[in-house]
């Protein structure tokens, strides 16, 4: 019998080390190439390389979704299992080892799906956490312009934080993330709120936060990442068409949002535009 | 045979005693910033990462000399080479001015598929031929000297032609690159498979070493585990103390990277470390030099487990 290659014992190795199944089969002889092959390898060491490798996949992955691990509760590791079997890590950063679980949650999710609907999503907002800590993107300050005139009004717009990322979830995210934190039961009510969230890196502390937005908030945000909009554009397009009869009260309000927005670090400065 | 690796060897800069930056006692090591001659770092965690990874990074280099020491090069894999991987080590190291990198001598992929650990490799003439081949490659593009490191492993792999110290001398000559002598990954591997470590230190081309690891390990039943999670333990200072005298060593580095004792216990490691090399009068390590550096002053152009 030919020896085997050298891909050929990677390949026999990395299966029965990541692999459970196909180490049981392999060491009862049935997909090793002889006995010889499975005796030349230690079982326990096998063992031993299995139990630390999935322990650094588990820990990487309990530490990114705190929540959907405390909702599946005893069955977490049993998800991150099936998980890792079907989205094998892929990249070279560790982290990256839980890239694809919301995916994988709206496609394989199942029973799981059908007890908490919401599990994508809230995969979705864990995910996003981590992602945006470590995104590589150096946020560009800029100073902010004093909005006294309608000239600056119109010749200046925002600068929206580049990590900055908003989502309309169909379920209330952020309170049933404060449920789960405070170890309490989250019940449903199909009559709650769509939610509007926004997650980013601060510029200072780089540490990601989340706020909910309201509607106006949303609307604002949305158009000044799609489109170079001064504050003017965005007063016309996303306050104006949403403010009903009182103008007035809606620049105020509009430019107290601003103000708030910059003050959060999600508007970052202003731009000539 | 080349020769080459020698010679830029003796360019290196003496970084001294080191330690591994780590996000979880990160304040901790910049205060010891007098007990500590440099810094060594997973590429991995810092390699397109912006936010508070790379400000630390910055951070670090703002203060010590740093050096890349890598865990998913994979450079025994058949896979191919992730030119992605390489490229984002190469701006790593440069924006790090790191005066060497270094890797494991080991796969930790395979079709794609990474397993975040090291796996060993057959000590066989195939392993040993793919492997020179991608040394090459990878010494060329990071544009910096190469180091290979001795893994612990748990079981020998079918195939295998040649001991562990013929498998790694072969490589380092073959492929003209440097040792990254780990030697609690030495003594693990001794009581293991059931060698004599200082033999062991004594088989390798030892002229090839540039770096020295060491670390602490946990013992199970049967097997020792090279866990980064315990103090030294005195046979491993031991063989330190065996090694020390005889290379010329350009850095040591304590490794620990998880089950983070007190700061002072890992200062009083760091001490003791720096006593033998030190007290060695084989040592041909400038300690002096090295603990009062602030950066690496390498003309060459400029890492754990
Ligand atoms: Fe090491």
Redesign the pocket.
Known sequence: MSKPSLSEIEKSFCTIVVDGKARQQFFSGKKSKSKSEAHALDNEAIELYSELIGYGHHDAIDSIYPGCAKLIGEKWDEVVDDYLQKYPPNHWRLNMIASRFPQYVTKHGGTWLEQFPFLAELADYEWLELELMEKDIQIVCTDACTLDSAEAFAKYGPVVNQTLVIRQYAYPIPKIVDHLEADELFVYQADEDKTKVAIYRHPETHFCKFLELSHLAYQVIAQAQMHKSSFKDLLEKAVMPNSGSDAQDAVVKFLELTEKLQDLGLFVGTRKI | MSNQFLTLKNKLPDLGIGFGLRREIADETFEAKDKIDFLEFAPENYMEVGGNAKALLERAAEAFPLIS?GLCLSIGSTDDLNNDYLKALKKTLDQANCAWASD?LCFASFNGVYVQDLLPLPFSKEAIEHVVKRIKTVQDYIERPFLL????YYTSLPGAEMNEWQFISEILEKADCGL?L?V??VYVNSVNHGFDPERFVDQIPLERVVQI???GHKKSKKTII?T?GAPVVQAVYDLLEYTIGRVDVKGV?L?RDQNFPNFDEIIVELEKIRNICDSNPGSKMDLKKCGTSKKAKSDVQAV??
Not at chain 2, 149 to 152: A, F, K, R, T, V
């Open positions: 020491h494991h490191e001795n893994i612990s990254l780990d609690n990954n690891h060491i670390a090279d980064h580095m490794e754990s487990i």
